[in-house]
């Protein structure tokens, strides 16, 4: 029985706002764990880890929070400008 050739992975799409739960605010390490917050009501949630792996996964994750915030924020201005520029049209028979 020879090697097969194995199927190409299957292209993952990523669309950033499904990962808004986990990236709206950053973790702390609090009693030994990974602490974060809901987004829905701002409750507290713990993630138990290798003491090893608790800073660095703090250190990723809140890199990857801080560019969410930054999209989120970029998006809301980009959002605010568009309907700006509408109206803005909309309204040049008036000007």
Do not use: H, T
Request: glycine share 6%.
């Amino acid at each position: 029985m020879g090697l097969e050739k194995l199927p190409p992975a299957p292209k993952s799409e990523l669309n950033i706002d499904e990962l808004g739960p986990i990236l709206w605010s950053k973790w702390l390490e609090v009693g030994g764990q990974l602490k974060g917050r809901w987004a829905e009501d701002n409750s507290a949630y713990f993630i138990s880890c290798p003491e090893q792996l608790r800073s660095l996964i703090i250190k990723m994750k809140n890199i990857l929070a801080d560019k969410y915030i930054a999209y989120k924020e970029a998006k809301k201005n980009l959002e605010e400008k568009k309907s700006f520029l509408k109206n803005l049209l909309d309204n040049d028979s008036e000007l």
